[in-house]
């Protein structure tokens, strides 16, 4: 692998374990010209697809925007960054499972709502909040009504 710093192609790994229930690798590198450090990772990828958007149009799927949504949401919540990955590893093996080469963001959307809602209901409803295009405060109201338990007397 070339150095992303001076692009010499002599690199070495320094340290390498599994990641994300092992279903990752991640490799520290050093450049043994320039000594520039750095951190790759290497995963299995079934397919390449592509997202269809609500507006119509599409885009490739980009693991680390659909990662940067996830921690958009969890912000400033006590869950750690591997289970972060382990959510993100999980809703893309939902994705090729499918074997499908397009997917709508709306199905994205819900597979990721899905999955927090079991971790972290603060993060469930803030990404649901965009997911959703809440308008006002009722719009909050009402889906967090939905949420709590009935009381039966």
Known sequence: ?????????????????????????????????????WTTYERVQFQDFSVKKRSGGYQDFERSKLRRSITLALRKRPLERDKIDQLVTGVIRQLEQRGEREISSDLIGKYVMDSLATIDKVAYIRFASVYMDFQNTTDFESFIAKLQPTKEY
């Open 1 to 37: 692998m070339r150095c992303p710093y001076c692009n010499n192609p002599n690199t070495q790994v320094t340290d390498s374990r599994p990641v994300e229930n092992e279903s990752a690798t991640r490799r520290r590198r050093l450049c043994k010209t320039c000594g520039g450090k």
